[in-house]
């Protein structure tokens, strides 16, 4: 049974009581206007909202980063572990050996050298704000220094001279040099 002036049946019983009042109703419907057609949310326009909606809950809490993959072989896993507390790491990099180190007839002078010039292609491939060097060794083809980014661990690691990262226990890999300085054209 339709209403007077509502395309809506009336629920109302047979003494005329209704269960459907204009309070309960959207202003549109109390005012006589029909409704327009609106979709379920169970045909196909509305399982697209739906999964629109899920994928959208899931958002946030996606990188704009790739998660860094390491070579357990390369990386200690507590460097990560470390970076993705949000802590700085102290770290020593281990660098490939240059031809002729440990051999005691070898040229010490052009090993050092050598080692010299691999410490300081490192540090120019690494960004200062993700790796702060604290002590580069004369005579071993090592580094030590504070890793602060995975950014900073994905460039050492992309390096060729770079063998391998672990974490450095006493955090300095020894003393500085006097002056303070720790490798040329990087402060501390």
Same mark, same amino acid.
């Given at each position: 049974?339709?209403?007077?002036?509502?395309?809506?049946?009336?629920?109302?019983?047979?003494?005329?009581?209704?269960?459907?009042?204009?309070?309960?109703?959207?202003?549109?419907?109390?005012?006589?206007?029909?409704?327009?057609?609106?979709?379920?949310?169970?045909?196909?326009?509305?399982?697209?909202?739906?999964?629109?909606?899920?994928?959208?809950?899931?958002?946030?809490?996606?990188?704009?980063?790739?998660?860094?993959?390491?070579?357990?072989?390369? @990386?200690?896993?507590?460097? !990560?572990?470390?970076?993705?507390? %949000?802590?700085?790491?102290? *770290?020593?990099?281990?660098? &490939? $050996?240059?031809?002729?180190?440990?051999?005691?007839?070898?040229?010490?002078?052009?090993?050092?050298?050598?080692?010299?010039?691999?410490?300081?292609?490192?540090?120019?491939?690494?960004?200062?704000?993700?790796?702060?060097?604290?002590?580069?060794?004369?005579?071993?083809?090592?580094?030590?220094?504070?890793?602060?980014?995975?950014?900073?661990?994905?460039?050492?690691?992309?390096?060729?001279? @770079?063998?391998?990262?672990? !974490?450095?226990?006493?955090?300095? %890999?020894?003393?500085?040099? *006097?002056?303070?300085?720790? &490798? $040329?054209?990087?402060?501390?």
């Amino acid at each position: 049974m339709l209403r007077e002036g509502s395309p809506y049946p009336s629920s109302a019983g047979p003494d005329g009581d209704s269960d459907r009042t204009s309070a309960n109703l959207h202003p549109r419907d109390r005012a006589g206007d029909p409704a327009p057609a609106r979709e379920s949310s169970g045909g196909p326009g509305g399982m697209r909202r739906l999964l629109l909606s899920g994928a959208l809950l899931f958002l946030p809490g996606v990188s704009c980063h790739p998660a860094l993959e390491v070579d357990r072989e390369r @990386v200690q896993p507590d460097v !990560l572990t470390t970076l993705h507390a %949000g802590e700085e790491a102290a *770290v020593m990099i281990a660098l &490939t $050996p240059p031809p002729g180190f440990g051999d005691p007839a070898a040229d010490q002078e052009r090993i050092r050298a050598e080692i010299s010039r691999m410490q300081a292609e490192v540090l120019s491939a690494v960004d200062t704000a993700d790796f702060r060097p604290r002590q580069p060794f004369l005579s071993i083809p090592a580094m030590a220094g504070t890793l602060r980014t995975e950014r900073g661990l994905r460039t050492l690691l992309e390096h060729r001279y @770079v063998r391998r990262v672990d !974490l450095d226990p006493a955090g300095g %890999g020894g003393q500085p040099p *006097v002056g303070g300085q720790t &490798t $040329p054209g990087h402060q501390p």
